[in-house]
């Protein structure tokens, strides 16, 4: 009985930490993978700075889920792990130098200065290309990996397709969505009015990705039609594309009576409730459509032994997490800053 136990809950459990871990990860960093999207639409140096200085205390400690999220996927289920990172080696390699780049790109851009061009351009550019790659990534994920044998059985470039490539585009705009909502919300000047200008171009975007993909993934995937449509699960998933509609209408009114707050914690609502229509979709696959959790799970004792490590874990960071954002609370105003 005991063994049964572990056998069907563990890989729920260790399901449920990685997917928070995860949105933690995308909503957390998203806002500030956002800024460096929204980098270019302003030439003026001091909103650049102000830009960068916003997020400057918690960038990197944002990334930390990111951490906990692949580490969980290796640990705990080492054959999904095992299968996703030989079909998606490239987008994961592109997006690490992404992030590598816009992280040096906080330290030596203000020590280069005036000759900081190379690190506007790494900033910028590794935001785009590493938001992108999230996206492709989740986007191929949706799309299905070929498994032949339990092994991956397709070519480096199986995740170069349209749905993956509109899945990265998506994210671009949603993170640029977040990215104008912080800036609403975080910095007082010209900054925020033009954040203000750029949210709705933001949010157009999104909602026109979160249609189609709405409209593309039942005509593709016939398996999908039934999740969503057939009876009963209808009658309670209706809710998700209702709540999806309001938010997006509270983002709307939130951006245009200047309320960053609203705007933002709406924009965050999305993702969350993009999220969960994805789990809705894709459960109780890890490898759609070929593994599921129990295929790709980890021997129940290892599973329990990582666990009892990771739970306390997931509070210490929460309460740094908490910390960093209460000591740096407030606006930032123009020629302030961090470094």
Known sequence: MDSLWFEYYLPLIWAALIGTAIVLYVVLDGFDLGIGILFPWTREEGERDQMMNSVAPFWDGNETWLVLGGGGLWIAFPKAFAVIMPALYLPIIFMLLGLVFRGVAF????????????????????????????????????????????????????????????????????????????????????????????????????????????????????????????????????????????????????????????TFSSSVALFLLCFLGLAISVFPYLVPPTITLWDASAVPESQLFLLLGAVPLVPIILIYTGFIYWTFRGKLKPGEGYH
């Open 107 to 262: 330290e030596f851009r203000f020590v280069s200065k005036p000759n900081h061009h190379w690190w506007d351009v790494a900033f910028a550019g590794g935001s785009v290309v590493a938001a992108f790659c999230q996206g492709t990534v989740l986007g191929t994920v949706i799309h299905g990996i070929t498994v032949v044998d339990g092994q991956f059985a397709g070519g480096p470039f199986d995740w170069l397709h349209p749905f993956a490539i509109l899945c990265g585009l998506g994210l671009v705009a949603g993170y640029a969505l977040l990215g104008s909502g912080w800036l609403m919300m975080r910095v007082e000047g010209p900054l925020e009015a033009k954040a203000q200008r750029w949210a709705p171009i933001a949010l157009i975007l999104l909602v026109a990705f979160i249609v189609a993909v709405s409209i593309w993934t039942p005509l593709a995937f016939p398996g999908l039609t039934d999740r969503w449509f057939k009876e009963p699960e209808i009658y309670y998933l209706w809710p998700v594309p209702l709540l999806t509609a309001l938010f997006a209408w509270l983002a709307s009114r939130g951006i245009a009576n200047a309320r960053g707050l609203q």
